[in-house]
């Protein structure tokens, strides 16, 4: 099925059917499907004539910069999102990039001087223009999202239209069963893929989107959200049940029916106290790069038996529809059940590419029997039931005395003393240029001959961390996920 009929019609149908429904819950303020129709309609009257496909959208929270995606996508049009509190020289960089000459911006004001800058705020709605005219191919970019680069310069991942259909299509083969009833959680930056499944989704059924502003502390904005709204679906990164562990006593919620995790290792424990929380969720840990559009990978958590781990994180699950995993060695050969390697991944969800980048493009893709596979960079095990085991990113590994250590193993067993407490191993390089390891722990409390001790009881002295760093609460980056960047830069200037 293709992107109209999977996403563009079902949304003009919520608009049509639940024109007093709430479709949007944004800094306290509601906003109806007729509020959406209207707002979607008055900016795609402003971009309908744009001669470019690709178009700049600042990524503000407000309904706005929503209405926006839709108005460009029922023109065919792709939008490349500008984070509003990121440097405006790495904006403009994106910009420059994909040679963009106009600029969706919902601000007050705009920073941005050069260029057509449509100020949304300021279009005025003369009547709906809500209907689609299907003459737009699914092979058309729907959005491109930049991530940070190797080389300083911001990488774009090209996402079409077809991708989209294709994780919606899988989506759905999940067996999630939502309606207009449903209150759904947005706590994704706009700039972060996983914000795309989390405004799609309620829409496609006429539901609720609850967003999180930017301003406010992620993990207690969605106490409040669980707590006060009686949310019923939630897709979050584990950071933040990390960081609601101490407040999990009070969280009670019955309402919400599907819990998802995504974005980094999901560990076991956590999930295990979370479930409490929420008596009647299906708890799922899905995997899934940029690249790939979303998520592509699912695990639903078992609560009255065991479930798959590796080092204390829980298993990825099985490949989702339409998409193809394998786990290769260093020469690209297939290896065998149950060892390590770089997990791979094909099929309809897979993006054309990096925007002109053949570099990147060259290494990160390769063909094996004639099917593209994207590089993920993760290292994976499969198992003899075709479930998939994390292990830790290939990167996080190192060596040390001419072993190679993954880091996620000395997380594993810290975090096991320290009964839960945030753990993370960083690769560090020394004063005389060698590689080290420290261990960064989220206390104030410094016990480290404890710690070491125990760690000796469990490791070869090869892996025992030459540091540990104590801080009190862990550097996020704005998608709410550990900065292990920060970090290494903490564990360098304290060794």
């Known amino acids: 099925m293709s992107f109209k009929d999977l996403v563009l019609y079902p949304v003009l149908n919520s608009i049509s059917r639940f024109k007093e429904r709430n479709a949007f819950y944004i800094n306290g303020t509601f906003y109806t499907y007729n509020d959406l129709g209207k707002c979607i309609s008055k900016i795609r009257s402003a971009v309908r004539n744009i001669p470019e496909n690709n178009i700049a959208l600042v990524a503000n929270d407000d309904l706005e910069t929503y209405a926006s995606i839709w108005a460009l996508w029922l023109e065919g049009k792709c939008y490349v999102p500008l984070h509003p509190e990121q440097p405006l020289e790495r904006c403009q960089d994106i910009i420059s990039q994909v040679d963009m000459h106009y600029i969706l911006d919902s601000s007050n004001e705009t920073r941005y001087n050069s260029g057509n800058v449509i100020m949304t705020q300021s279009l005025i709605y003369k009547g709906d223009d809500l209907e689609y005219e299907d003459k737009y191919p699914d092979e058309n970019l729907a959005y491109i999202l930049f991530t940070s680069g190797s080389t300083g310069k911001p990488k774009g991942v090209t996402l079409c239209r077809k991708n989209i259909a294709g994780f919606i299509k899988a989506f759905w083969a999940l067996g999630y069963k939502l309606d207009e009833n449903d209150h759904c959680l947005q706590m994704f930056d706009l700039t972060f893929d996983l914000s795309v499944q989390s405004y799609i989704v309620p829409l496609l059924v006429g539901a ?61 424990d956590e999930t295990e106290d979370w479930s409490k929380s929420l008596p009647n969720a299906r708890i799922d840990n899905v995997y899934g790069p940029t690249e790939n559009t979303i998520y592509c990978t699912a695990c639903t958590y078992n609560r009255s038996g065991t479930n798959k781990e590796s080092n204390g994180v829980m298993s990825i699950g099985k490949a989702m529809e339409g998409t193809q995993t394998i786990i290769i060695d260093e020469n690209r050969n297939i290896v065998s059940v149950g060892e390590k390697g770089e997990l791979c991944l094909a099929g309809v969800q897979l993006t054309p590419g990096y925007w002109q980048n053949p570099e990147k493009n060259a290494e990160a893709f390769f063909e094996k029997d004639g099917t593209r596979f994207y590089r993920t960079g993760d290292l994976c095990a499969m198992d003899a039931d075709g479930d998939i085991l994390y292990h830790g990113r290939i990167d996080f590994q190192v060596k040390i005395q001419g072993y190679r250590i993954e880091l996620g193993e000395i997380e594993h067993h810290a975090r096991e003393f320290l009964a839960g407490a945030n753990a993370v191993a960083v690769a560090f390089t020394n004063q005389a240029g060698s590689a080290e390891i420290a261990l960064c722990i989220e206390d104030d409390k410094k016990d480290s001959a404890s710690i070491l001790n125990y760690l000796k009881s469990k490791i070869p002295g090869y892996m025992i961390p030459s540091i540990i760093v104590y801080d009190p609460q862990f550097p996020l980056n704005v998608n709410g996920k550990i900065d292990r960047k920060a970090l290494t830069k903490l564990a360098e200037n304290n060794q």
């Open 208 to 268: 609720c989107a609850y967003t999180v502003p930017p301003t406010n502390l992620k993990y207690g904005a969605i106490f409040e959200l669980i707590d006060e709204h009686s949310l019923t679906f939630a897709l979050m990164v584990p950071s933040i049940i990390h960081y609601l562990r101490p407040y999990m006593d009070e969280i009670n919620a019955p309402s919400m029916k599907y819990s998802l995790f995504c974005g980094e290792a999901l560990p076991l």
